[in-house]
Every structure is written in structure tokens, then in C-alpha cells.
């Protein structure tokens, strides 16, 4: 099994662009997670989805951020505009069952300028 | 509000030493708790869980025991390897309604050769 993939590994853009990052979970697995990560604030869930249903989106910082699952095999998470101030490590992460030790991808570092 | 939260923020071990990793927690109604190893660059990665009803688990040279008196969670590892040098989190499962794992800072294991 290749993991949860996770892309682009790097995003560069500038202030007011849009910005997509993309997840493929583990095949089988019915939740998927999508979290940020920065050095004051750790790791923040963000949303998550139960058989591509969103469940709990109370961690989204704002109307700017918003996440699709149109599939199993397939989840998005959309920035529009950005700010620089969510520059962080997105990580998409999936398991089978709920919270149980779901494994995380590789992420993706966001840097907007 | 909930926390889990970990006593250093960084270790630093010989090499072949045993290491212990402590976290705390608020929410006495947690019922599950996580490990996880984040190497840099890449996403965390789950060492070992533990169940409330459990007061000890062992893994491959690692051991957690959890302390629901003091709600206080421990991560050993044996014979540390300059290869265990990453940060580690801790993650409790809040009991109830809204379900989701509440995320420690981390701590930063440096193996010194």
C-alpha cells in the first residue's frame, strides 16, 4: 500500500491566490482527516469526513477554507484568498473506524508571501 | 478547556539509554490514547495506543503506561537508537458526543551519540 499521498509536497503563492491541495486516502479506509500544523498551535483537526460525508468542520479557521470529498479515493482542501497567515504543514491522514490510530501523509508545506 | 499537554519540550539521551516521554491530560473522561513519532519532513507516525481499562502496553522497545489517578500518560523506550531522534506526541480521545483526539505540543527526543 503506498500510504495516504498527499500533493503538492511544496506550495508557494502569493497573498490573495487560490490554493488547492489534493489527498488520496488508503484504500478501505472511511475516514479522512485533514490537519494543520505550525509551530505556535501544533496540530489542529481542521475537518473530517466518514464515508466522504463531512462530519465535524468546526476547525476550519474561517469562510476562506473550505474541503470536498467527492469520492473515496479523493479529498480537497481549498484556500480562497490565502494570507500569509496560513502558512503551516497540511497533513491529510485516514483510517478505518474513526480516531484509532490513523495514519497520516507526507503533507504539504504551504507558504504564502 | 481540554488539554493534553507534555512536562519538556525537549530530551536529550545517550545513545543505548532508556528514554521516558511524559504527558499529561485534562479530561479525566478520555478513554483512548495515542503516540505518535513525527520525523522532520515527514507526517506523524503512530507508535502505540492505549485504552483507559489498560494501565500498561508494550510494543517493540517501547512501553506506555497510563496513570488515570494523576491522568498522566508515559512513552519509554529502551535502548534508545540515534534513529528514535524526532518529536513525539501525545493524543487523548475526549469521551462523549463530539469525539476527536486532542493533540499534545510535542516533545523534541534528541539520541546523542
Known amino acids: 500500500d503506498a500510504g495516504v499521498i498527499q500533493s503538492p509536497r511544496h506550495e508557494v503563492t502569493e497573498m490573495g491566490q487560490e490554493v488547492t491541495l489534493r489527498c488520496k486516502p488508503i484504500s478501505g479506509h472511511d475516514y479522512l482527516f485533514w490537519y494543520r500544523q505550525t509551530m505556535m498551535r501544533g496540530l489542529e483537526l481542521l475537518i473530517y469526513f466518514n464515508n466522504n460525508v463531512p462530519i465535524d468542520d468546526s476547525g476550519m479557521p474561517e469562510d476562506r477554507f473550505s474541503a470536498k470529498m467527492p469520492n473515496a479515493s479523493f479529498s480537497t482542501l481549498k484556500i480562497q484568498p490565502s494570507e500569509p497567515r496560513d502558512s503551516a504543514v497540511y497533513f491529510c491522514?485516514?483510517?478505518?473506524?474513526?480516531?484509532?490510530?490513523?495514519?497520516f501523509g507526507s503533507g504539504t508545506r504551504l507558504t504564502v508571501v | 478547556g481540554e488539554s493534553v499537554g507534555l512536562h519538556l519540550p525537549t530530551l536529550s539521551v545517550q545513545e543505548g539509554d532508556n528514554s521516558i516521554i511524559n504527558c499529561a491530560y485534562s479530561?479525566?473522561?478520555?478513554?483512548?490514547f495515542i503516540w505518535y513519532k513525527q520525523e522532520s519532513g515527514k507526517g506523524p507516525q503512530f507508535i502505540i495506543d492505549i485504552r483507559s481499562n489498560m494501565d500498561k502496553r508494550q510494543g517493540q522497545r517501547v512501553t506506555v503506561l497510563l496513570n488515570k489517578t494523576v491522568k498522566h500518560l508515559s512513552l519509554q523506550i529502551a535502548a534508545t537508537q540515534p534513529g528514535d531522534s524526532a518529536v513525539y506526541f501525545c493524543?487523548?480521545?475526549?469521551?462523549?458526543?463530539?469525539?476527536?483526539?486532542?493533540w499534545g505540543l510535542g516533545t523534541s527526543l534528541a539520541v546523542n551519540p
Open positions: 479530561n479525566s473522561a478520555s478513554d483512548y
Open positions: 491522514a485516514s483510517s478505518f473506524g474513526g480516531f484509532y490510530g490513523y495514519t
Open positions: 493524543a487523548g480521545l475526549n469521551a462523549g458526543n463530539n469525539r476527536k483526539l486532542i
